[in-house]
């Protein structure tokens, strides 16, 4: 049985629609004071009425940028004034557009790398003073299969993002261990999300029979895990990444399919 995670105090960035809805519902429903973190205020104000009614939690929003850093401060400073603290931050923001490599601009990868790595960075920063408060502080990543373990052909650079999360991950976390705080990351594979969604049907189908379990994962999947990462239990754990993907890594040729 793990110690339970009710009244700790968790940010979520991204967390209006997605993996970070997901994550976030997770944790609500562990017992935990959550605050969403997302551009888009109307889709916020939207998942934090559901997630309350749902949960019977409270869920605070904050509408911010990650790709600013003033924004990641403000918040880090939302966080400290609506739940008191962090002390489990999950950077989960991040975008996904596909371009084929040849036609890529340097404002392409700007915008990527922007979001999905400059500002996971800035945000692990600007919680650390809370994070180093909790005295068992705990980031949880959401990386991805796409750039640290696989590739598909247009995500040149958001594979290269992802796979950047990761060498960020493994300093930061010997940097922040003498402070009891943790940094490991989640790298799901192929997701039924909104964003998803939008990449298509033949697209969903492609991925579905690809996949030994031959579903895409759900968001709670990947919200148990940074639950884990979270637990007081996993406080050993740090630097490492857990793949979600329902063996999606795991044919070495469509022949490991056949049959399955
Ligand atoms: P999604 O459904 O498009 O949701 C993305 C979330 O991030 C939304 O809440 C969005 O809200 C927010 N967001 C986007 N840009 C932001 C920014 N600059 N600042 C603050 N919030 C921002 O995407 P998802 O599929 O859940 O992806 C979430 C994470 O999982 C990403 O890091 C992605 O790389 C990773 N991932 C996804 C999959 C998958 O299969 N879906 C697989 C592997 C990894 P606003 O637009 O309102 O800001």
């Known amino acids: ?68 850093t003033q924004d990641c401060a403000r918040i880090a400073e939302t966080a400290m004034a609506e739940l008191g603290g962090i002390d489990v931050l999950c950077a989960n923001a991040g975008i996904f557009p596909d371009k084929p490599f040849a036609q890529l601009t340097e404002e392409d990868v700007d915008t990527v790398f922007n979001c999905n790595v400059k500002g996971t960075m800035f945000m692990v920063q600007a919680a650390l003073p809370a994070l180093e408060a ?54 799901p594979g192929n997701v039924a999300t909104e964003g998803l969604d939008e990449l298509g049907e033949d697209y969903r189908a492609g991925m579905e029979a690809a996949i030994p379990q031959h579903r895409l994962g759900s968001v709670e999947d990947i919200g148990y895990a940074a639950l884990f990462l979270a637990t007081e239990e996993a406080g050993y754990i740090t630097g490492q990444t857990i793949v979600v993907d329902g063996g999606q890594v795991l044919p070495e040729s469509p022949a490991a399919l056949e049959g399955i």
Not at 148 to 173: D, E, I, M, N
């Open 1 to 68: 049985m793990f110690t339970a995670l009710e009244g700790c105090s968790v940010v979520v960035t991204g967390g209006s629609k997605g993996i970070g809805k997901g994550i976030a519902r997770v944790f609500a429903r562990a017992g935990a004071n959550v605050l969403v973190a997302a551009r888009d205020e109307e889709t916020l104000a939207a998942t934090a009425a559901e997630l309350g009614r749902e949960t019977g939690g409270r869920i605070a929003t904050v509408s911010a940028d990650v790709s600013r």
């Open 134 to 187: 909790s005295g068992r502080g705990r980031v949880v990543l959401t990386s991805s299969i796409t750039g640290p373990l696989t590739g598909f052909p247009g995500w040149s650079h958001y594979g290269a993002s992802k796979a950047a999360q990761l060498g960020f991950l493994r300093t930061v976390a010997i940097e922040l261990a003498p402070s009891r705080i943790t940094v490991n990351a989640v790298l």
